[in-house]
């Protein structure tokens, strides 16, 4: 499993409740900044699982991985609404463990999803379950 796949499902496991991935892949220690707001491990947890199944997340594609660095990108949009984001993250790891998540996320006026081979009814809402997309095999 690549980084950035252990990374979406702990978060996606997380946005259900089931904190056990994340709690065994991020430090102790961690910082999670997004949008420029600097965020403890505690509150991270809080923020995650307060999402539900507000947001749908797209394909996802590494940017670059090492032992001590992932940089993704992904999509998303809003489950209810029309409003479609890029999301790129910087990820550092310290001791094999996520220490720092840096995301920055940029609204983009049109659906990616047109005409490409996937859409958003086909994957799967940040809540566990339901139908799964293959760039999402987690």
């Keep these: 499993m690549t980084k950035a796949d252990a990374f979406l499902r702990a978060w996606k496991s997380a946005q259900k409740g089931d904190f056990s991935l994340f ?4 430090h102790t ?11 403890n491990k505690e509150t991270s947890k809080a923020v995650i699982s ?3 199944d507000l947001i749908i ?25 029309e409003i479609f984001s890029d999301l790129i993250s910087a990820v550092y ?4 463990k996520i220490i720092k998540n840096e995301t920055i996320r ?3 006026a ?13 994957l799967r809402v940040i809540k566990l379950g339901g139908p799964q997309h293959p760039f999402l095999e987690c």
Excluded: M
Aim: a negative charge.
């Design 110 to 122: 049109s659906d990616l999803s047109e005409g490409q081979d996937w859409n958003w009814e086909g």
């Design 29 to 39: 220690d961690y910082e999670s900044e997004n949008q420029g707001v600097l965020v």
């Design 23 to 26: 709690d065994e892949i991020v």
């Design 106 to 108: 940029e609204e983009i």
């Design 57 to 81: 997340i797209g394909p996802h594609r590494t940017i670059y991985e090492d032992n001590n660095f992932l940089c993704f990108a992904r999509y998303s949009k809003v489950r209810e609404g």
């Design 93 to 96: 790891y310290k001791d094999g």
């Design 50 to 52: 307060g999402i539900g």
